[in-house]
């Protein structure tokens, strides 16, 4: 339960993490705006340790039956990356592995119908050094590379085998190019719709031809045997293929005839290539807006303008870009502040860490979060989720505030406990304006608050009493959880 | 609060909260009296179908030879005769239900359905398709339009939208609900009792309280109102049990929903159900049992059929038109995995007890020669020969009674086809 508030750390945190935790409040809030940015963006002298925590007293639980293995298991998996999303440290890391991972979505059912559920779950979720072929499954990629260069970060995922199974690279040869990949890293990685022809689709084809899978690490059974990318000469196409966009710095629009050998550098020039691109530059400015300032109205031109300028001129230095993004002057105004669509991942989490935890286990949200519209590794199609009013459904808003309820009716101890040793439950508009601090909200109307004040004040008269704080915390948190307002971020 | 239809019609069962007048909307004595209602239900095939392999030109020798493995073999389609270009068609085998409702009349096919340029983004083609329009695909949903044209107040339970999240079609200012099962569609609370009924009658009031000068919020606010003002009209549907038992895939599942709307007359006019899995880029196994698309049309076919026989069953069968699209059809020639990749034009059905069933429109000459006038991109595709909103321009005029020309921005009226 949150105790200060510092709204414009609670802004930032809400944006560039997942809420905050009375911990994270206290150790950001005593810090300057300036400050807070450069500790989010400069993670790694965090230690990484949140997945030491699971299991441990006073974290969120987990439900797992039998042993615990997210690197071949897609439920583990998904609930090790919650407890992430709300124990970890490094909140820029996680939340910029899902900006991530909704760019480059990658759905699990997919790959689970090629290759078996646990392998499915490896090439996405494994860490290296717990997989016995060190296979570094591609949200472990995107994790480590959060903040990196997207040319690196676009090169891994080219190579990644979740990816050439889900956009079919694995079969892409020079015989029978396969065009899924070569469409999507530009319609939806890269320079987007509108900036590439049917011609290029086809070219970009033939550049990963031969960009496939192959095994290693010795027999199947073994197991740290394991699919994984290899260049093929035989079955590149050694062409040239001509772009209608610059492909090299001077301009250059063909990647030149090479012999087969040499033939992978068609795959890095060409990633280069897109990489540099202005549009790609602005296409991720367009995205980091939505995400991270507002996805109320039309995108500001002027803040993609600028953030494409640190984007082309870091050469994708996803760090300096987030800083750009982290400080702008976009993101620090007024109307910024509760003005955007929380995802369901940024509901549940904030949720928590709004109401508590203590006996709460995230296994608990991953049917709410189903009924809202977001699975973990289940993005409904390449182009990830449509987010913003999308999410708002009746029966995605109802998941919503069923998910308050439960969440509410399981801390409901805790909450009344905690309104009474706050010395907030005299009165019920003490126990209101209590709860109304601890969730934060988008401002509520005197005619909502009315309302709330009027459900403390029915079912009887006020007394105070465990059992009436028992009943009225969670049922107030829930209508507060459950409002609108707190469905903005 | 007025004395709402149902419990004029039953004394009462259910008690709404909110009332509203409901366009069109058709009470039980109405139907007793031999009057209906129109329906529909929209089905989306997520992914971009290979129309081709659906409804196969099985005796163009270009269809083998382009695609070696994927052709249905002419002696394993389920023949349904020539269209007007004397080509012969079959269906894949797998459709036999489908075949069936063809043969009672009930089931049209609209070939060669698309646009100019057509997209091949799942994305855009998707967003296209559903606006109806190919120059500013982010506006509200064709059928959303057709809902917010209705005279206000629009009932929130006009549209169902079985999927979890609102699609496109329906985007509207109306808010639509998404229902994907009717049984999980309740208000929960951390209290039981008088304590729960007071949090309930609060979200409600609450969300009576729109806060019109903050739009987004509003929004937000929509979704709330509309889902607590339908709760318990939803909540009867959840005690629908169709005989025969429809199968077990969320597509089926989604129009067992539909169908149970329907009997239980809950006012909901339009539907929105889906069937994914088309972008068969790879193994697409058209003609092996358990196959990738084998397994498409069988979840197709079964699901429609149970549809089908239900509302023939429950006399609602001549309420209901079923209009398919999906964003787009595939390559002509097979790739290198034995699938196709994203091509242009496709086929639309249409289904219902008002259908004039038939073949509509000309299939695709599949001669690669580029100059051949019913393919594009070197041949590499189908080219379009009706216009996707001539079709939603039929189903706007001749089925929901409208004016399509004014809700598609233009006048796609096309002769010829009559398919309702």
């Known amino acids: 339960m949150a105790a200060t508030a510092d709204r414009h750390i609670e802004h930032l945190l809400r944006r560039a993490g997942f809420g905050a935790r009375p911990d994270e409040l206290a150790l950001y809030g005593a810090m300057s705006i300036n400050q807070a940015v450069n500790a989010l963006v400069t993670f790694e002298s965090v230690p990484d340790a949140v997945d030491g925590l699971i299991g441990q007293p006073g974290y969120i639980g987990m439900t797992i039956a039998g042993a615990f293995a997210p690197q071949a298991n897609i439920n583990h998996a998904r609930q090790r990356w919650l407890f992430r999303m709300v124990h970890s440290d490094r909140p820029l890391q996680e939340k910029m592995t899902l900006f991530w991972h909704n760019h480059f979505a990658t759905g ?79 319609e939806l990685f890269t320079v987007g719709v509108g900036h590439y022809t049917e011609a290029d689709v086809y070219a970009a084809a033939r550049v990963f031809s031969g960009w496939n899978l192959q095994r290693a690490g010795g027999a199947a059974t073994d197991p740290a045997s394991r699919q994984e990318f290899n260049y093929f000469a035989n079955q590149h196409d050694t062409a040239a293929k001509t772009f209608s966009f610059a492909i090299y710095p001077d301009g250059g629009k063909t990647i030149p005839a090479r012999a087969a050998s040499d033939g992978m550098q068609d795959g890095v020039d060409f990633i280069n290539g897109l990489a540099a691109h202005p549009n790609t530059a602005r296409y991720i400015a367009a995205k980091l807006y939505r995400f991270f300032v507002t996805d109320f109205g039309a995108v500001n031109v002027t803040f993609v303008n600028r953030v494409a300028a640190v984007f082309l001129q870091s050469r994708g230095d996803m760090r300096a870009v987030m800083r750009e993004v982290l400080l702008s002057p976009e993101l620090w105004d007024e109307s910024a502040y509760f003005a955007r669509y929380s995802w369901p991942l940024e509901f549940v989490v904030r949720a928590i860490k709004d109401v508590g935890w203590p006996g709460f286990s995230v296994s608990d949200t991953l049917t709410p979060l189903s009924n809202m519209g977001q699975i973990l590794f289940e993005p409904p199609d390449v182009s990830g989720w449509d987010a913003g009013q999308t999410w708002f459904s009746t029966s995605a808003m109802l998941a919503r505030m069923n998910f308050a309820s439960t969440l509410a009716a399981n801390q409901k101890f805790n909450l009344a406990t905690a309104v009474k040793s706050a010395g907030a439950s005299k009165t019920p508009e003490a126990l209101l304006s209590y709860f109304v601090e601890a969730l934060p909200t988008a401002p509520l109307d005197a005619s909502v608050t009315a309302e709330l004040s009027n459900y403390l004040r029915a079912t009887g008269g006020w007394s105070g009493a465990d059992a009436q704080l028992q009943a009225k915390a969670p049922g107030v948190v829930h209508l507060i959880a459950g409002s609108p307002e707190y469905q903005l971020v | 609060m007025k004395v709402t239809r149902r419990q004029f019609v039953t004394g009462g069962v259910a008690a709404f909260t909110v009332t509203y007048a409901v366009p069109g909307f058709l009470s039980d004595l109405a139907r007793a009296q ?216 969320g597509f089926a599942q989604a129009l067992q929903a539909v169908a149970g709307a329907m009997t239980k007359s809950i006012g909901t006019r339009v539907f929105y159900v889906t069937t994914a899995g088309f972008d068969t880029h790879a193994a697409q196994n058209v003609n092996t049992v358990g196959g990738a698309y084998y397994n498409l049309m069988a979840t197709l076919n079964d699901g429609l059929l149970a549809f089908y026989n239900d509302l023939r069953g429950q006399g609602l069968l001549d ?76 189903v706007l005029d001749s089925w929901l009674g409208t004016d399509s020309a004014r809700l598609l921005g233009g006048n796609f009226r096309k002769s010829g086809l009559g398919f309702i």
């Open chain 1, 108 to 186: 699990y059912t997919k790959i689970a119908g090629a290759v078996g559920a646990a392998e499915a779950a490896r090439y996405l979720a494994a860490k290296s050094t717990e997989d016995p072929g060190q296979v570094r499954g591609q949200i472990e990629l995107l994790r480590e590379r959060a903040l990196g260069s997207f040319n690196d970060i676009l090169l891994g995922i080219a190579k990644d085998t979740a990816m050439l199974i889900w956009l079919d690279g694995r079969t892409n040869t020079k015989a029978k190019p396969q065009e899924n990949f070569g469409r999507e890293i530009m």
């Open chain 2, 34 to 249: 031999g009057a209906h209602a129109r329906n529909l239900v929209v089905l989306y095939m997520s992914g971009g179908n290979d129309s081709l392999s659906m409804l196969a030109p099985y005796n163009d020798p270009f269809y083998t030879s382009r695609r070696p493995t994927l052709a249905i073999p002419a002696g394993q389609v389920l023949q349904i005769g020539t269209d007007s270009s004397r080509v012969a068609l079959g269906l894949h085998p797998r459709l036999t239900g489908l075949k069936q409702i063809f043969d009672q009349g009930r089931l049209a096919f609209i070939q060669r359905t698309g646009y100019e340029n057509q997209s091949r983004s799942h994305f855009t083609g998707t967003d296209i398709w559903s606006t109806a329009d190919p120059n500013n695909s982010q506006g509200l949903g064709w059928v959303g339009r057709y809902l917010d044209s209705l005279p206000s107040p629009v009932d929130p339970l006009v549209g169902w939208n079985t999927t979890g999240s609102l699609p496109h079609v329906l985007q509207a200012h109306t808010a639509v609900p998404a229902i994907a099962s009717p049984a999980g569609y309740a208000f929960s609370s951390p209290n039981s009792g008088a304590e729960a009924a007071a949090e309930r009658s609060t979200a409600v009031r609450i969300a009576s309280h729109v806060p019109v000068d903050r739009p987004e919020l509003a929004f937000v606010y929509g979704s709330t109102q509309a889902a607590l003002a339908t709760l318990d009209r939803v909540a009867t549907v959840a005690s629908y049990r169709p005989s025969p038992a429809y199968p077990t895939t």
């Open chain 2, 319 to 394: 309420d209901t038109l079923v209009l398919s699209f999906s964003e787009f059809g595939r390559r002509i020639t097979e790739n290198g995995s034995q699938g196709t990749d994203h091509g242009s034009a496709s086929v639309m059905m249409a289904m219902g007890g008002k259908v004039n069933g038939g073949l509509y429109g000309t299939a695709p000459d599949l001669n690669p020669d580029p100059k051949n006038p019913t393919l594009e991109n070197s041949a590499g595709d189908v080219k379009y020969e009706t216009d996707f909103r001539s079709v939603y321009a039929q």
